[in-house]
């Protein structure tokens, strides 16, 4: 079998090595009740690399790939354009087949990357200090909550309405089970994010307030009203950003004050790939905080001769140091994301990013003056980035969505599929525009829209 | 019989190759670059890049273009440089080659399983149909994609012996926080989440950490000598406050635990469930399944089994198979076929199919690129080849061990043979050597070391795990370039102290890293 | 003023790298693997492989089956030796590491242009609409194909200027055998092939070796001192047994040639043909037209100017653009656009669009995995792009000439700029040193080194081309380095007829591979 | 521009630098007729990724990709499965960025490769020695032409007339200019190569034979007689193969006597590629012949501390020493296609080869049973390896294969394409089966076939 380099010759020499007459004697201490006689049944036997391959492809072909319809898709997961060097270089074996950096001596790579990854993320959401990833944005979310309790040594999360529901329903499934309390609402279908009902939801036991940035419907909140009113209680500001592009464009939350930054990096580099693996970001602004920040750390140091080398460091917080008292359980992170975030980042450069953003929203603000204009549809975002809610005049925006997949284009992600049964979401509709759509994909979904709606 | 293996030419055709001449010829002038030849040096991204330099050809920006911003358009420099595309390509392959991957060598990291990551699984995940959907699009453009989950988890399921999988979480400890919460979700719902989760000390810090992570207290289950749970002194301890044991199986000592069943009928006898880490499953795949071991819940790191890559630190993926009793608790999404062949996602609006989940634990689905890879790789192998697997891995672990154990301390030698990996400790190095300059004299040799100091039970613990990827001839070498370095360190030689003297930087000080941090980099004097 | 760059800290943000140390404390002990950590050994595939041994699963020979090969079925081993897919990337990703390569830093290999290979273009030549379609699939179902054809050849005429280009030839040399076929087939027609084709001494050895395989005796055309045709030799020379000149433009010293419309018209005046060696045209692209200074016939390396990669040794694709003189005797086949859209290619059996062609050169039409690289790589800098590439190249040529010849003997420094590379000669070298000890040097500094000992016309050539896609900070650095070895050459260093220290390699002895040559692997004692 | 990194501000600083006032400066020598004001025009100006992705995707939609139809095309290209590995090797730009190894101390993994690859060559063939590689099978056909004239100082060639119709051409197309003579022939439509004929055409003037093997209508000639025939006129047998592949299943051309042996190597890791990048495989059975042969050879040496280490050897045989009087003027060859004939070739091993070989042949004959049953059609061949010829009871093969493509089946490729205009051979159809090849194509290719024909 390919992937086995042990011939029957080296099986037969190494047993005698070892002093066993057959492979069984090695599984002696398996009991007869977990003994199996033979390969498993029901599964298939091997196959060769063009079986597997034509198996594999039928079931790629079953889906729609975004190249193959205009797609309009985002809620946390946006389609950009990733440079063809990104993937070359994730794709080398030093990179790809190495593992967490425990050996620093022959893991400068993946150590050197980590650090500028780091300061690249740490300076995009306007913060000190960035770790070296998390999972993805939703499971960074909950891990800001945790560490906000710590800080604070409060129990109460405060979620914005306008959370991602995902990330709210992830938080909320962890607070079930550390007696944490969280507050948290239905997105309010209005214009504006709704700051003042959210300040108001602020108390004395407030560890944190979370606030999405965009938030859920596109729109744009005012973060400095927030940090000060979660501050005067005490309570820190975790701002979530689930589309880093749009920090190229809008103020990043440090310097608008959120105390932990959080976030979901998949924009950059990583493609969509149904939803994962994704890149979770996190950041704090004040570099005190940095003993209670959950996952790996890279830092700088030097090596025996003076040369400066990097190295995991602050493992004292980690699991495989301080077991159960770490201050989060995370292992395997999203490393070689990282590194796609990391190339891609540097190929776009502060100029890039800068021109990424307008130019998504320049096609978004397009987008909506044209859609704006099919009969019955009503936007509404004042403010957005590449992403804002329509609404459909009653029509069902679910029902809305599976038509115009009928006709070929994925018109976007319908808050009923966000937010089931909530019936004043029922009609809305998020589309998200990114550089990748092109003026004749706007066309399309305003015709077919026109068409699903008449 | 379990005579050293000398260095030297061997059957399998692997001859030392030639010596690095000793008459100092290599100690040649120092370089004005500081390069050695094909060993680069590389500054860091924000060294050489420049905030006007970009990669990617956008359009400029078009000043007099209105926003819809609402007044949040961004007034300073974000902070970032750019390199064009020649510089970033070549910036990253210098990087890279200052790495060690399993491409390059043999890399024995124990309980991480560095086997080899197959290039059709990469080029699998990477086909449009795959790589670029979205998670959100309608489940009828998707249905390919379902079908891969459902097919993942089919495979899964069989392996196992176990009736259900959560597919979402990200990674080994994530799947344990799955299953911890799970079994939490069940007590609970019997009115009582109870309070202990024993946890043997030989564990993995993820499960200490994860069960506290799920508010439970955590105590230590004690060991035998030889390496296994003490099954007496954990009886006497069970009592209706522990809520679950976490045993991992085969063992971090790379044991298998022989009473097993017993450990799980015990543990069910006071209402308690059982969870298996199952970061070793390499071991046994394809050969012995955990559902008739009386499992109730058990993680499957695919990056490890599963032959999904590293990455350096991840993306992992890790799914948790359940037993009857926990499967109403696992977790949303998951995939469902319908009777009419077609593939739906279970999530919040239709959880009255597993009514008592706990819930999301994430964002979207999982690891659809994880999946992919995974699938792939279990087709490639099939029910054979996977069983094929589980005994080249053991076979190979107890050929180093029985290679070594003549002059390595390998404290379970004589708990009967190991399973994928082989354990040695240093108590009999001399001078003040200890495991961590063997390691060092290692990375000399050309190999990335063993597992150092973990587990914690043994003194200096090197946990060595071959896999089944590697070569009889790659072992050979492997092993005598160990017993060179072991000779040393048990020789007390210095020189090992200042190893690695090859790598790209020698040993990196570590404590000034962490006394004053510097975890970004900022321009001299900022 | 032209002042020598020191090393050290510059404004584009190099810095030099750390030292070695220069304590000893490299010299570490030698390791039993030869290997020194990531400069890692790799024996020969057919010292680790093995016969049964094999990476693809593929079904068992049925002996049962019968056959129709005529009683011609093999009865003796062939000879081969398998790996697994593990073994096999590990073999050849340990072999790369011994490469070096422009990912891996400066590449400055005169008349090569080592230029970066754009990752979109590797990309698009996968797209299986080009990488998985037949060259004799039915021409309704490759007309995206024939497109490409027809589309490079309209860059590749716009861009020389020049109205008609044939697309088979598959590198530079193959090129220029089109070209001078198409001469000697132009000539033929009107009676008389000739007999003479002059070549400067100092002209790459494919033009003369062409020249002879195309059955032309072939003359030195004289050079000025200062590094250029002499125009006036050459009229003396030219007469009616003259086919052609070939020329190359920029020539091989690096300078443009001032008076090739001068030559150009003298060699028409005999009734002679004027062959460009375009191997130099990076330096001109997009700026210059060789139509505008009366080429009859030029090739253009794909993979130089147009950024295809040089892979180790090849593929290339030379292009080879005609004037009207020689156009109608342009090779089979070409691709034609007709009337309705779509493409034809026009072969044997169409050959009436070009008459008196003079045939085919290869099967088939042509480097295509070339032509998708080239023309994405076209489509990206556009006509803008390409004018800057020949800006830049010239740029960071002169740059490096001004920056080194103060100390390094430049012999054509005073013909005014150079155009893409620059030209320098050893005759300054203390010692016993030449040119090959600083190429050498250079290896430890981290630098493939630049071409050396051609052009033949200067003593210890040394022929450095930079080409555009190297960064102010790389070249800075390279230029650093340089002065670094250049001054210890000057100086008689020996230590230098000992580099390189740090490669995988010493130096090898050619001396002892051409007396004895083996020139394929045998067991040892066969 | 993404792959220029001189910024404007780099650009002032070296034109400073070198003493030049403007760009313009650094081109004086370039005569007035020539200088350009300005970017040529009636080209485009430069573009993003994301645009020239979308430009070469639009054309490669244009085009049938093997994958998307059945495929039955040969002669001379095959569509092989190349493990995906194989790929992961060439794209390293260690390998893909590097150089022909002029430097070996910083080159030996190329080197080593290529002695790698020139012993798989040569054992393959049955020779004692293989070059580095050619540019493809037809130009490495004529390079054996015009060796084996300066082995034999002789200068007549005589052809198959069942020679792959390009190579013919090829060779006829230098030979024009050479002063060769070139005896040639058409194929004869018969059951067996016509040897006799071939043996009768050898006289003592001849320098070489030239015979394919299998042949381009797919027979297998027996050359251990066309040896013996041509070595009694003092003449070399030339043996050129264009299917490695069927090397895995008969007899290599050296151990029946050739003498120089070429071909095409493409079938093994390389791709169809619609025609190029191919690689020319150069071999001879006597290692004395090794300095009249054309192109690189690697070369086994030790370096000064006696380590084994590789170069390229013999040089003095090439142009860039021996100038005009070098064996060829070939420089720059395959090198990478050779990379990935190696990686797969180790890939195959002995045994993977002659599976292959077995699987190709064994679907080639369930091929030919099938399509002998559709009426009106007939098999040539009585012997052949993967690719046989069919007549078509006087139905004019090309019409028949652009009526297969408008029903998505590449069926085959007609002798009227590649000897357009012979009467005698317009209905004869030659079809190529490979491993890729499923029992489903077959069957299509069987009923869509009746379909044309009926
Ligand atoms: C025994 C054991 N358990 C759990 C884990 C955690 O898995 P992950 O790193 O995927 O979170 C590991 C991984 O190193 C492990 O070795
Ligand atoms: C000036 C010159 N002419 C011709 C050639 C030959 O080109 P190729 O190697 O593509 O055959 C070269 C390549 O090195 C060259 O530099």
Request: proline share 6%.
């Amino acid at each position: 079998m390919r992937y086995l380099p042990l011939t029957d010759t080296d099986r037969a020499d190494m047993l005698e090595r070892v002093g066993a007459s057959s492979i069984d004697d090695l599984f002696v201490d398996v009991p007869a009740v977990a003994q199996l006689d033979g390969p498993i049944r029901d599964l298939p036997m091997h196959a060769s690399e063009m079986a597997v391959e034509r198996h594999m492809k039928a079931l790629a072909r079953k889906n729609t790939a975004a190249g193959d319809a205009p797609l309009f898709l985002g809620a946390g997961a946006y389609r950009h354009h990733v440079p063809a060097s990104v993937d070359t270089v994730i794709q080398r074996g030093e990179f790809l087949t190495a593992y967490t950096p425990y050996q620093p001596e022959i893991a400068q790579g993946t150590l050197q990357m980590l650090f500028e990854f780091q300061t690249q993320v740490a300076r995009l959401y306007g913060c000190a200090v960035a770790n070296a990833s998390l999972y993805d944005g939703s499971t960074a979310c909950w891990e800001a909550v945790a560490m906000a309790g710590r800080i604070t040594r409060r129990k109460r999360a405060v979620l914005s309405g306008a959370l991602h529901p995902h990330y709210t329903q992830v938080v909320k499934t962890m607070a079930q089970f550390t007696g944490d309390t969280i507050a948290d609402a239905m997105p309010a279908i209005q214009t504006e994010p709704d700051n003042t009902g959210l300040i108001n939801r602020i108390d004395d036991e407030t560890a944190c307030v979370v606030v999405q940035y965009p938030d859920i419907l596109g729109r744009i909140p005012d973060l400095g009203e927030l940090a000060e009113a979660a501050h005067a209680k005490g309570a820190l500001l975790v701002v979530v950003n689930t589309e880093p592009v749009a920090l190229g464009a809008i103020k990043s939350p440090g310097e608008m004050g959120a105390d932990i930054v959080v976030g979901e990096g998949q924009s950059i580099g990583v493609g969509l790939q149904f939803g994962g693996p994704y890149l979770g970001l996190f950041a704090v602004r004040n570099p005190k905080h940095v003993r209670q920040m959950p996952g790996r750390l890279c830092g700088e140091t030097v090596d025996a001769e003076g040369k400066r080398g990097f190295v995991l460091t602050l493992s004292t917080r980690e699991q495989h140091i301080r077991r159960e008292k770490a201050t989060s359980n995370i292992c395997t992170n999203s490393g070689l994301c990282a590194l796609a975030f990391n190339v891609h980042m540097t190929l776009l450069g502060e100029k890039g990013l800068r021109q990424l953003a307008a130019e998504n929203h320049r096609l978004a603000c397009a987008a909506a003056d044209r859609l704006e204009k099919v009969p019955g549809v009503t936007l509404l975002n004042t403010a957005f980035f590449n992403e804002f809610t329509f609404q459909l005049g009653g029509q069902p925006a679910r029902e809305v969505v599976r038509k115009l997949a009928d006709r070929d284009v994925l018109g976007g992600v319908s808050l009923d599929r966000l937010y089931p049964g909530v019936d004043a979401l029922k009609d809305a509709l998020l589309v998200a525009v990114t550089e990748m759509t092109t003026m004749g994909d706007i066309e399309t979904l305003a015709t077919e829209l026109e068409g699903v709606l008449s | 019989m379990n005579a050293p293996v000398k260095s030297g030419p061997n059957k399998s055709g692997w001859k030392p190759a030639m010596q690095v001449s000793e008459d100092g010829l290599h100690n040649g002038p120092a370089t004005t670059t500081g390069n050695r030849a094909l060993m680069l040096e590389e500054p860091l991204l924000f060294e050489i890049g420049h905030a006007e330099t970009t990669g990617v050809d956008l359009p400029e920006i078009d000043p007099s273009h209105s926003n819809r911003l609402a007044g949040f358009e961004r007034q300073e420099p974000i902070g970032l440089v750019g390199l064009t595309e020649p510089e970033t390509v070549r910036h990253y392959t210098r990087l890279s080659r200052q790495n060690y991957g399993i491409d390059l060598g043999f890399f024995p990291l124990g309980s991480c399983t560095m086997k080899h990551n197959p290039r059709l699984n990469e080029k699998m995940a990477r086909l449009s149909g795959f790589a670029d959907i979205h998670p959100l699009a309608p489940k009828q453009s998707v249905q390919g994609a379902l079908e891969v989950i459902h097919q993942l988890s089919d495979w899964l399921m069989k392996l196992t012996g176990m009736p259900s999988v959560a597919m979402s979480p990200k990674a080994g400890a994530h799947g344990e926080l799955c299953g911890i919460l799970a079994i939490r979700a069940a007590h609970t719902a019997n009115g009582n989440p109870r309070e202990v989760v024993l946890v043997p000390e030989s564990a993995h810090g993820t499960n200490p950490a994860t069960a506290a992570f799920a508010g439970y207290k955590v105590e230590d289950i004690p060991a035998t000598p030889e390496g296994r749970v003490d099954l007496a002194a954990l009886k006497e301890r069970l009592a209706p406050d522990v809520a679950a044991v976490m045993i991992t199986n085969p063992n971090t000592c790379g044991l298998f635990e022989k009473d097993f069943r017993e450990i799980a009928d015990a543990v069910h006898a006071i209402g308690g469930y059982v969870y298996c880490d199952g970061a070793n499953f390499n071991a046994i795949v394809g050969r012995v399944r955990p559902g008739d071991l009386g499992v109730d819940a058990m993680h499957i790191n695919l990056h490890k089994t599963f032959s999904t890559p590293h990455g350096g630190g991840g993306p992992g993926s890790g799914p948790v198979v359940f037993s009857e009793a926990l499967k109403d608790f696992a977790p949303l999404p998951f995939v469902r076929k319908l009777d009419d062949g077609a593939f739906e996602l279970v999530e919040e609006e239709n959880r009255e199919h597993r009514g008592q989940s706990f819930g999301r634990m994430t964002a979207f689905h999982g690891q659809m690129g994880m999946f992919t890879r995974a699938l792939t790789y279990m087709l490639s192998h099939g029910a054979d080849g996977l069983k094929q697997v589980a005994e080249d891995a053991v076979l190979n672990a107890n050929y180093i061990l029985r290679s070594l154990e003549d002059i390595l301390h390998a404290p379970y030698a004589e708990s009967g043979p190991c399973m994928h990996e082989a354990l040695f400790g240093d108590k009999d190095f001399g001078g003040d050597l200890s495991t961590l300059d063997l390691a060092k004299g290692l990375i000399d040799e050309g190999y990335h070391p063993m597992t150092v100091y973990f587990p914690l039970v043994v003194h200096g613990a090197m946990l060595v795990e071959p896999t089944e990827t590697e070569s009889k001839a790659s072992i050979d070498q492997f092993i005598a370039a160990f017993r060179s370095v072991t000779e040393r360190a048990l020789a007390g030689d210095e020189t090992l102290k200042q190893a690695p003297y090859y790598a790209p930087r020698r040993r990196l000080d570590e404590t000034q890293a962490a006394r004053k941090p510097k975890l970004a980099w900022s321009e001299p004097g900022e």
